[in-house]
């Protein structure tokens, strides 16, 4: 008691010097030695008597026997703190160096590890793309009876394209074997099987890629009359004299004559025999002898452009700008030819090379865009038996630095190295690959610079060293004089709580003594905030001080996640938060960095602060550094989560809004207390947060003064507009983007631009994420598969499954609606084969089956065409939908604490779940079908409706009787790509040998396939008919739960495919101008007679009218779906309301931006037909079949 009111008399008290303390102290002392004697004498006089103390010489004997204790303690701390001072020194000293120098070792391993597994890649990877489509080739040859080497692949353009993405290839040419006997034929052959040519040479002027090349005139160069380029190519097989002159290949073979090449150049030169140009003979008879893949030398040429007349050089440089899509000049750095055999089939010891690809590639682009911006100065050396060459990576930029090795030597203990040369095969989707020859293998080397050495070598430890001494000196100095301090402070107060205690127990008793002791014993309220923010513990004591306090200088921030309730409208909740998770504790990372205190998160909203609990004089600058990271990490995190998150991840970006100043912050009590920030400038962030824009930091004026104030002027760009903030009018604000890397003090002076890192992404990459997601999906579908089959649900798997196995193909003049089923009969139920389903977590697909399986999504995506809006992407979005509904079929009156309480078994609730879902949720194989179906149901889509695709395709239509042309077209395309000899292994592991389990796989696909052909009355009165049998009053017998279960399925592709009427208005939108676009795209190339612009507004009234609400009214009816029908009602319903108030307005935006669209220039572009109106959808419901699935605006 006596110290705390000392202490508060002490506050009250200005400063004053050391000494005049001390003096104070010993003359306190005497004073209270006379008042507690004269105390003492009272008490004694009125209390009757005192008990006895110690003599006064045994006091002092006890004192000095402490005293020297004490001393002793005293020199003994100094010594240590001396010594600690200098062990420490030195130890951080050599923790600090030793860091350093593993830093920088990491650093140059990690990125070392990079470049070594980028160059891993191209033999693993990048030559593989080249292997299969090879073996690709074999397979065509073999599949159309072709015979070498009159051999022309179909597509030829689009199909190298994925390959020479794949690869990086920069050039590619079919070389087939001709011997002299077949020469006359194939230079017959050649003239006239020139499609492939002219739709490369298409295809190029699409990509506005044929300025890119100067054609040489061959014709001008050669003498000989027989030998003719009139139809773009030599008409006889020729080759060049050593002047570059053409003439007519003497013999007598064989011949290599250039064929198919990818991309078409006006340079390139189709029948040349290149196996008698120079240095070529000995590679390709290599090729031929020993059937093994062979690299050429590291070949250069003179700098330039296309316009060199060094032909070599102009055509490298025309090769690089194709590559690049945009002209480039050829450097001189390295070229490398590679040549890959095609055999005759595509396994067997006996098989023999028909035909060699022939590629060429340049090294840089192999080690660009693998290292991040801040890796600078890396040395890559390229070798081989040769020569060498070095380059210099700079971030993603990859400098040719000259011939030879060029490193600095004393970095060569430092190297890492890469080689081919235990590389055998290049695997290309066969089981026996193709085999590499190493007579020269190709190495490389990496080293750091001393740019990279020096940007991770500093004299940082030194300065620690130094300062964690001077710490320790002064930490010395501090002890000796608290110690003083502490030692006359002791004295006074020992004698004054002796007085107290003496005083206090002879006027009360000693409970009462002690309550009042200890009452009073209440902490500061900044105290008590403080211990609250850092997880200690406070009493909720409703009469005491509240939690509570003024902050005047700190910085709020709101972050919110831009496009988030679009996005969640087409997920899963379990997606969502796995979303919000994910991110929320990369900031909380950040945050703890940073030392920014986080005060809450509300839905996809962040809010933080800084300058709490304790102040903070740059918190502003902490702040702004805090946003910019986190947009940083958003960035990245989108883009990781799209794989397994599904398609428009990683399109997520932040809004950040901030402003600084005055806050009350305080504990609210109640069952959970929560602290709390009120004020004005809450307020005003969330303001800056609400009117801000994608991907931007927002901040207010006063914060945009702080960020001056410390030195940041470039950091802050003033918003060109202003803003009107409620409640607040118009402000002015800036945009903050920083230039400088942040580090965890707050004040790194370093610069370099990391806003790149936010750019988002391309659509190469962006279909690649698609892929993988895919791929992710269709891995757990299939692993529940094989649970099931382990369970004793379907047969082991062979080794193989063949195409003739499983073929699934029509017979001649049969077509996949003659595979349509009215109803699909699903597997009866099986207790343990339910039981085991439920463990498919630890299944594992092997490697060659994923490889396929990706394999296999990549070649249905190369098969979608660059349409608008059905695409690939939107194929994506449509199996995302499916997936959806598949995991919300539920049985919504399930008790799981019938299970949990021992009521029912778990057998009985499966079984119950499996008569309540129709048995869709207990075949795993009707699951993947569907998923499958939804991937491939617009593949090889034309863009126009199926009456306009007859008049198109006059064949196809024929083919297919002119009934759901376009659907049964994608079938038979993904069906022939699932069935060929490629993906053998991933058939056998899907189906094992059962052909029932593959047969109920394809009934389920042609039948959610051609459900998406809703304008076909025959089919459509079937399905009107059909649900009356299920759901209606009519009885289906025996057959009723497939019944349903078909009918279940096929309404899951119908909804899907129009699933973004069905989710937020922006996902709406986004695709009905996509769909928009097609359109109007299709009306201006003259593929359509009507304008869509006409009545595109209340076609779009009608297609919610008579199709989309009463399909999800009947997905509802459904009762499967759970609260998803639900959803669906309501997000229809809103759109519809939505597009009644603001069509009009959206479609001539619409027509605005379309408008200036240029057909001139461009392809065809592939379109859906024009929406119909009002009298259409009377004449077609006509029939009766008003509320049925009907696509308006498809039709």
Same mark, same amino acid.
């Given at each position: 008691?006596?110290?705390?009111?000392?202490?508060?008399?002490?506050?009250?008290?200005?400063?004053?010097? $050391?000494?005049?303390?001390?003096?104070?102290?010993?003359?306190?002392?005497?004073?209270?030695?006379?008042?507690?004697?004269?105390?003492?004498?009272?008490?004694?006089?009125?209390?009757?008597?005192?008990?006895?103390?110690?003599?006064?010489?045994?006091?002092?004997?006890?004192?000095?026997?402490?005293?020297?204790?004490?001393?002793?303690?005293?020199?003994?701390?100094?010594?240590?703190?001396?010594?600690?001072?200098?062990?420490?020194?030195?130890?951080?000293?050599?923790?600090?160096?030793?860091?350093?120098?593993?830093?920088?070792?990491?650093?140059?391993?990690?990125?070392?590890?990079?470049?070594?597994?980028?160059?891993?890649?191209?033999?693993?990877?990048?030559?593989?793309?080249?292997?299969?489509?090879?073996?690709?080739?074999?397979?065509?040859?073999?599949?159309?009876?072709?015979?070498?080497?009159?051999?022309?692949?179909?597509?030829?353009?689009?199909?190298?394209?994925?390959?020479?993405?794949?690869?990086?290839?920069?050039?590619?040419?079919?070389?087939?074997?001709?011997?002299?006997?077949?020469?006359?034929?194939?230079?017959?052959? !050649?003239?006239?099987?020139?499609?492939?040519?002219?739709?490369?040479?298409?295809?190029?002027?699409?990509? /506005?890629?044929?300025?890119?090349?100067?054609?040489?005139?061959?014709?001008?160069?050669?003498?000989?009359?027989?030998?003719?380029?009139?139809?773009?190519?030599?008409?006889?097989?020729?080759?060049?004299?050593?002047?570059?002159?053409?003439?007519?290949?003497?013999?007598?073979?064989?011949?290599?004559?250039?064929?198919?090449?990818?991309?078409?150049?006006?340079?390139?030169?189709?029948?040349?025999?290149?196996?008698?140009? &120079?240095?070529?003979?000995?590679?390709?008879?290599?090729?031929?002898?020993?059937?093994?893949?062979?690299?050429?030398?590291?070949?250069?040429?003179?700098?330039?452009?296309?316009?060199?007349?060094?032909?070599?050089?102009?055509?490298?440089?025309?090769?690089?700008?194709?590559?690049?899509?945009?002209?480039?000049?050829?450097?001189?750095?390295?070229?490398?030819?590679?040549?890959?055999?095609?055999?005759?089939?595509?396994?067997?010891?006996?098989?023999?090379?028909?035909?060699?690809?022939?590629?060429?590639?340049?090294? =840089?682009?192999?080690?660009?865009?693998?290292?991040?911006?801040?890796?600078?100065?890396?040395?890559?050396?390229?070798?081989?038996?040769?020569?060498?060459?070095?380059?210099?990576?700079?971030?993603?930029?990859?400098?040719?630095?000259?011939?030879?090795?060029?490193?600095?030597?004393?970095?060569?203990?430092?190297?890492?190295?890469?080689?081919?040369?235990?590389?055998?095969?290049?695997?290309?989707?066969?089981?026996?690959?193709?085999?590499?020859?190493?007579?020269?293998?190709?190495?490389?080397?990496?080293?750091?610079?001393?740019?990279?050495?020096?940007?991770?070598?500093?004299?940082?430890?030194?300065?620690?060293?130094?300062?964690?001494?001077?710490?320790?000196?002064?930490?010395?100095?501090?002890?000796?004089?608290?110690?003083?301090?502490?030692?006359?402070?002791?004295?006074?107060?020992?004698?004054? /709580?002796?007085?107290?205690?003496?005083?206090? !127990?002879?006027?009360?008793?000693?409970?009462?003594?002690?309550?009042?002791?200890? =009452?009073?014993?209440?902490?500061? &309220?900044?105290?008590?905030?403080?211990?609250?923010?850092?997880?200690?513990?406070?009493?909720?004591?409703?009469?005491?001080?509240?939690?509570?306090?003024?902050? &005047?200088?700190?910085?709020?921030?709101?972050?919110?996640?831009?496009?988030?309730?679009?996005?969640?409208?087409?997920?899963?909740?379990?997606?969502?938060?796995?979303?919000?998770?994910?991110?929320?504790?990369?900031?909380?990372?950040?945050?703890?960095?940073?030392?920014?205190?986080?005060?809450?998160?509300?839905?996809?909203?962040?809010?933080?602060?800084?300058?709490?609990?304790? &102040?903070?004089?740059?918190?502003?600058?902490?702040?702004?550094?805090?946003?910019?990271?986190? $947009?940083?990490?958003?960035?990245?995190?989108?883009?990781?989560?799209?794989?397994?998150?599904?398609?428009?991840?990683?399109?997520?970006?932040?809004?950040?809004?901030?402003?600084?100043?005055?806050?009350?912050?305080?504990?609210?009590?109640?069952?959970? /207390?929560?602290?709390?920030?009120?004020?004005?400038?809450?307020?005003?962030?969330?303001?800056?947060?609400?009117?801000?824009?994608?991907?931007?930091?927002?901040?207010?004026?006063?914060?945009?003064?702080?960020?001056?104030?410390?030195?940041?002027?470039?950091?802050?760009?003033?918003?060109?507009? @202003?803003?009107?903030?409620?409640?607040?009018?118009?402000?002015?604000?800036?945009?903050?983007?920083?230039?400088?890397?942040?580090?965890?003090?707050?004040?790194?002076?370093?610069?370099?631009?990391?806003?790149?890192?936010?750019?988002?992404?391309?659509?190469?990459?962006?279909?690649?994420?698609?892929?993988?997601?895919?791929?992710?999906?269709?891995?757990?579908?299939?692993?529940?598969?094989?649970?099931?089959?382990?369970?004793?649900?379907?047969?082991?798997?062979?080794?193989?499954?063949?195409?003739?196995?499983?073929?699934?193909? @029509?017979?001649?003049?049969?077509?996949?609606?003659?595979?349509?089923?009215?109803?699909?009969?699903?597997?009866?139920?099986?207790?343990?084969?339910?039981?085991?389903?439920?463990? @498919?977590?630890?299944?594992?697909?092997?490697?060659?089956?994923?490889?396929?399986?990706?394999?296999?999504?990549?070649?249905?995506? @190369?098969?979608?065409?660059?349409?608008?809006?059905?695409?690939?992407?939107?194929?994506?979005?449509?199996?995302?939908?499916?997936?959806?509904?598949?995991?919300?079929?539920?049985?919504?009156?399930?008790?799981?604490?019938?299970?949990?309480?021992?009521?029912?078994?778990?057998?009985?609730?499966? !079984?119950?779940?499996?008569?309540?879902?129709?048995?869709?949720?207990?075949?795993?194989?009707?699951?993947? =079908?569907?998923?499958?179906?939804?991937?491939?149901?617009?593949?090889?889509?034309?863009?126009?409706?199926?009456?306009?695709?007859?008049?198109?395709?006059?064949?196809?239509?024929?083919?297919?009787?002119?009934?759901?042309?376009?659907?049964?077209?994608?079938?038979?395309?993904?069906?022939?790509?699932? $069935?060929?000899?490629?993906?053998?292994?991933?058939?056998?592991?899907?189906?094992?040998?059962?052909?029932?389990?593959?047969?109920?796989?394809?009934?389920?696909?042609?039948?959610?396939?051609?459900?998406?052909?809703?304008?076909?009355?025959?089919?459509?009165?079937?399905?009107?008919?059909?649900?009356?049998?299920?759901?209606?009053?009519?009885?289906?017998?025996?057959?009723?739960?497939?019944?349903?279960?078909?009918?279940?399925?096929?309404?899951?592709?119908?909804?899907?495919?129009?699933?973004?009427?069905?989710?937020?208005?922006?996902?709406?939108?986004?695709?009905?101008?996509?769909?928009?676009?097609?359109?109007?795209?299709?009306?201006?190339?003259?593929?359509?007679?009507?304008?869509?612009?006409?009545?595109?507004?209340?076609?779009?009234?009608?297609?919610?009218?008579?199709?989309?609400?009463?399909?999800?009214?009947?997905?509802?009816?459904?009762?499967?779906?759970?609260?998803?029908?639900?959803?669906?009602?309501?997000?229809?319903?809103?759109?519809?309301?939505?597009?009644?108030?603001?069509?009009?307005?959206?479609?001539?935006?619409?027509?605005?931006?379309?408008?200036?669209?240029?057909?001139?220039?461009?392809?065809?572009?592939?379109?859906?037909?024009?929406?119909?109106?009002?009298?259409?959808?009377?004449?077609?419901?006509?029939?009766?079949?008003?509320?049925?699935?009907?696509?308006?605006?498809?039709?």
């Amino acid at each position: 008691y006596t110290l705390r009111f000392h202490h508060q008399q002490q506050q009250e008290q200005p400063s004053f010097s $050391m000494s005049l303390l001390l003096s104070d102290i010993d003359d306190e002392i005497d004073e209270e030695k006379d008042d507690y004697q004269s105390v003492t004498d009272d008490k004694t006089s009125h209390a009757g008597s005192v008990s006895d103390h110690s003599s006064e010489e045994e006091q002092m004997r006890i004192a000095q026997r402490e005293t020297k204790a004490v001393l002793g303690l005293r020199v003994l701390v100094i010594l240590v703190l001396l010594l600690a001072a200098v062990g420490v020194s030195l130890a951080v000293y050599f923790i600090t160096s030793k860091a350093e120098t593993a830093e920088y070792e990491a650093q140059f391993t990690g990125v070392a590890d990079k470049v070594l597994s980028s160059f891993e890649n191209i033999v693993g990877q990048k030559m593989g793309a080249i292997g299969s489509f090879c073996l690709g080739i074999t397979s065509f040859a073999v599949s159309q009876s072709e015979d070498w080497p009159f051999v022309t692949l179909a597509d030829f353009e689009q199909r190298s394209a994925s390959a020479r993405t794949l690869s990086n290839a920069l050039h590619m040419s079919l070389l087939p074997l001709v011997t002299d006997k077949e020469r006359s034929q194939w230079e017959a052959y !050649s003239v006239q099987n020139l499609e492939w040519y002219l739709e490369g040479r298409a295809y190029q002027e699409e990509l /506005a890629a044929n300025g890119f090349s100067r054609r040489r005139a061959m014709v001008e160069n050669t003498t000989e009359k027989e030998l003719s380029f009139d139809s773009g190519i030599g008409n006889r097989i020729y080759q060049f004299t050593p002047y570059f002159d053409t003439i007519v290949d003497p013999g007598p073979g064989p011949y290599t004559p250039v064929w198919q090449s990818s991309p078409v150049t006006f340079l390139d030169s189709i029948n040349m025999n290149l196996i008698e140009f &120079p240095g070529e003979r000995a590679a390709l008879e290599k090729v031929f002898e020993t059937g093994e893949i062979l690299f050429g030398g590291l070949d250069t040429n003179d700098p330039g452009d296309v316009n060199s007349d060094n032909l070599s050089t102009a055509w490298l440089a025309g090769l690089l700008s194709t590559f690049e899509g945009r002209p480039v000049e050829y450097k001189g750095d390295p070229i490398t030819n590679a040549f890959f055999p095609i055999f005759d089939k595509t396994e067997g010891e006996d098989r023999e090379v028909m035909a060699i690809m022939k590629i060429d590639f340049n090294w =840089a682009s192999y080690f660009e865009n693998i290292l991040p911006d801040n890796s600078r100065g890396v040395v890559l050396v390229l070798e081989n038996c040769e020569g060498a060459f070095t380059y210099e990576i700079n971030g993603a930029a990859v400098d040719l630095v000259g011939i030879g090795d060029q490193h600095d030597r004393k970095f060569t203990s430092d190297g890492r190295f890469g080689s081919f040369k235990d590389v055998l095969t290049v695997q290309d989707g066969s089981r026996q690959g193709m085999p590499l020859n190493q007579v020269c293998p190709i190495n490389i080397h990496v080293y750091p610079s001393q740019a990279f050495y020096d940007e991770h070598n500093s004299d940082l430890p030194l300065i620690i060293t130094i300062s964690v001494g001077l710490i320790f000196v002064f930490t010395s100095i501090m002890f000796i004089i608290y110690d003083r301090l502490v030692e006359r402070r002791q004295r006074l107060v020992m004698h004054r /709580a002796k007085q107290t205690t003496d005083i206090v !127990s002879s006027l009360f008793p000693a409970n009462v003594r002690d309550r009042l002791i200890g =009452a009073g014993d209440h902490l500061s &309220p900044n105290h008590r905030l403080a211990t609250f923010l850092k997880g200690g513990k406070v009493e909720s004591i409703s009469d005491v001080q509240q939690i509570a306090d003024l902050f &005047p200088y700190t910085t709020v921030c709101f972050a919110d996640i831009a496009g988030f309730t679009a996005w969640s409208s087409t997920r899963e909740p379990a997606h969502v938060f796995a979303l919000l998770q994910t991110v929320y504790q990369a900031f909380d990372i950040i945050a703890k960095k940073r030392r920014v205190f986080k005060v809450e998160t509300i839905g996809d909203s962040y809010v933080a602060v800084t300058g709490l609990p304790e &102040p903070q004089e740059t918190h502003a600058v902490i702040m702004a550094r805090f946003a910019w990271e986190c $947009m940083e990490k958003m960035s990245e995190v989108t883009k990781r989560l799209e794989v397994t998150l599904g398609p428009d991840t990683a399109d997520l970006s932040m809004r950040i809004g901030i402003h600084s100043g005055p806050v009350t912050a305080g504990v609210l009590r109640g069952e959970r /207390a929560r602290f709390q920030l009120f004020g004005d400038t809450v307020n005003t962030a969330s303001r800056m947060e609400s009117t801000g824009e994608r991907n931007k930091i927002q901040v207010s004026n006063t914060t945009a003064k702080l960020l001056e104030i410390a030195g940041k002027t470039h950091w802050i760009q003033k918003r060109d507009d @202003s803003i009107v903030a409620k409640g607040k009018g118009v402000l002015n604000t800036y945009w903050v983007s920083l230039k400088e890397p942040t580090g965890t003090d707050g004040s790194s002076d370093q610069s370099t631009d990391v806003s790149s890192s936010m750019n988002r992404p391309t659509g190469k990459s962006k279909q690649n994420r698609l892929i993988e997601w895919v791929v992710e999906l269709m891995q757990d579908r299939i692993k529940t598969i094989v649970a099931q089959r382990n369970s004793g649900g379907m047969q082991k798997p062979r080794s193989s499954v063949s195409v003739g196995d499983l073929s699934g193909k @029509s017979h001649h003049g049969k077509t996949p609606l003659d595979d349509f089923a009215e109803v699909i009969k699903m597997p009866k139920f099986d207790y343990k084969v339910a039981k085991n389903t439920q463990a @498919s977590s630890s299944v594992v697909i092997p490697a060659i089956v994923v490889s396929q399986l990706r394999e296999l999504v990549t070649s249905i995506a @190369s098969m979608y065409h660059d349409n608008p809006f059905h695409n690939f992407e939107h194929a994506c979005h449509v199996t995302m939908a499916v997936d959806k509904f598949l995991r919300r079929i539920v049985a919504p009156d399930l008790d799981v604490d019938q299970l949990r309480n021992g009521k029912k078994s778990r057998g009985e609730l499966a !079984s119950h779940l499996h008569d309540y879902t129709h048995g869709i949720n207990s075949d795993p194989i009707s699951l993947l =079908a569907i998923v499958f179906s939804a991937l491939i149901h617009d593949v090889d889509h034309r863009g126009v409706s199926n009456a306009q695709l007859v008049k198109e395709e006059e064949r196809m239509g024929l083919l297919y009787n002119n009934t759901s042309v376009a659907e049964q077209n994608s079938l038979d395309v993904s069906w022939q790509l699932l $069935m060929s000899e490629n993906f053998g292994d991933l058939r056998a592991f899907i189906f094992g040998n059962e052909k029932s389990t593959f047969q109920r796989f394809r009934q389920v696909v042609v039948n959610v396939v051609l459900a998406t052909d809703i304008f076909d009355k025959e089919l459509n009165n079937l399905r009107k008919n059909r649900w009356n049998m299920a759901f209606g009053e009519q009885a289906a017998g025996e057959d009723e739960n497939d019944l349903k279960a078909t009918i279940v399925i096929e309404h899951i592709i119908q909804a899907s495919d129009v699933s973004h009427t069905m989710q937020h208005w922006h996902i709406y939108r986004k695709w009905n101008a996509c769909l928009f676009k097609e359109m109007y795209l299709a009306y201006k190339s003259g593929r359509t007679d009507k304008d869509p612009c006409e009545n595109w507004y209340e076609g779009e009234k009608g297609f919610f009218d008579f199709y989309i609400i009463p399909l999800a009214k009947k997905l509802k009816d459904c009762n499967v779906f759970g609260v998803s029908s639900d959803e669906c009602l309501n997000y229809a319903i809103q759109n519809r309301a939505e597009w009644e108030v603001r069509g009009e307005a959206a479609v001539q935006e619409m027509m605005e931006e379309f408008a200036q669209l240029d057909t001139a220039n461009s392809r065809p572009v592939l379109v859906d037909e024009e929406p119909a109106t009002d009298d259409d959808v009377e004449e077609f419901l006509d029939d009766d079949s008003k509320g049925e699935a009907v696509d308006v605006t498809s039709n």
